[in-house]
T-cell receptor
Framework: RKEVEQDPGPFNVPEGATVAFNCTYSNSASQSFFWYRQDCRKEPKLLMSVYSSGNEDGRFTAQLNRASQYISLLIRDSKLSDSATYLCVVNRGTGNQFYFGTGTSLTVIP | EAGVVQSPRYKIIEKKQPVAFWCNPISGHNTLYWYLQNLGQGPELLIRYENEEAVDDSQLPKDRFSAERLKGVDSTLKIQPAELGDSAVYLC?????????????FGPGTRLTVT
């Protein structure tokens, strides 16, 4: 079983829509969780860390469910500029070991 | 603050030729990573350094890949000889590796094409 699993999509949504991505992880010892954004032919960039209590940054909300071993990313009021691939990343915490999902592709349509 | 620097950005070589990639991490970041990314996939770890020590190289194909991080700062990843299947983007990343500063920052990557 893969360490981190994501639905690759693609998700095609109209501007202004709300879209949610989920990601599951296999190792219950995982400690830190992140969402990265990757534009076409660019490097991954940190979008937000995911904290146990959940956290929000503008239109973006990340949540962690340790019991079910999944994290989620909610994007409200989608913009054309949100079109990208969103990577779920998990760190076991026993060292700097990061595990990446395959990414979920989002296209926001005018 | 300068980000992670990588060079070259693009490289085209013929199979069986050697190639080397260079990475300069963010100042003060002790942990350095080399990843390989194929189209439509997430980055896959090749090797991780803590300062100058390679602490995780289990995914590095050691018959043809080698890496070094002299003095615990810059790093070089080498492939010799390159094969067609090595065509990919090679990403370098760094992190402080302590507490919540596990956040990783990536360089722009080197896009390798082996013909």
């Amino acid at each position: 079983r893969k360490e981190v699993e994501q639905d690759p999509g693609p998700f095609n949504v109209p501007e202004g829509a709300t879209v949610a991505f989920n990601c599951t992880y296999s190792n219950s010892a995982s400690q830190s969780f992140f969402w990265y954004r990757q534009d076409c032919r660019k490097e991954p960039k940190l979008l937000m860390s995911v904290y146990s209590s959940g956290n929000e940054d503008g239109r973006f909300t990340a949540q962690l469910n340790r019991a079910s071993q999944y994290i989620s990313l909610l994007i409200r009021d989608s913009k054309l500029s949100d079109s990208a691939t969103y990577l779920c990343v998990v760190n076991r915490g026993t060292g700097n070991q990061f595990y990446f999902g395959t990414g979920t592709s989002l296209t926001v349509i005018p | 603050e300068a980000g992670v620097v990588q060079s070259p950005r693009y490289k085209i070589i013929e199979k069986k030729q050697p190639v080397a990639f260079w990475c300069n991490p963010i100042s003060g970041h002790n942990t350095l990573y080399w990843y390989l990314q194929n189209l439509g996939q997430g980055p896959e770890l090749l090797i991780r350094y803590e300062n100058e020590e390679a602490v995780d190289d289990s995914q590095l194909p050691k018959d043809r890949f080698s890496a070094e991080r002299l003095k615990g700062v810059d790093s070089t990843l080498k492939i010799q000889p390159a094969e067609l299947g090595d065509s990919a983007v090679y990403l370098c990343a760094s992190s402080q590796g302590q507490g919540r500063t596990y956040e990783q920052y990536f360089g722009p990557g080197t896009r390798l094409t082996v013909t």
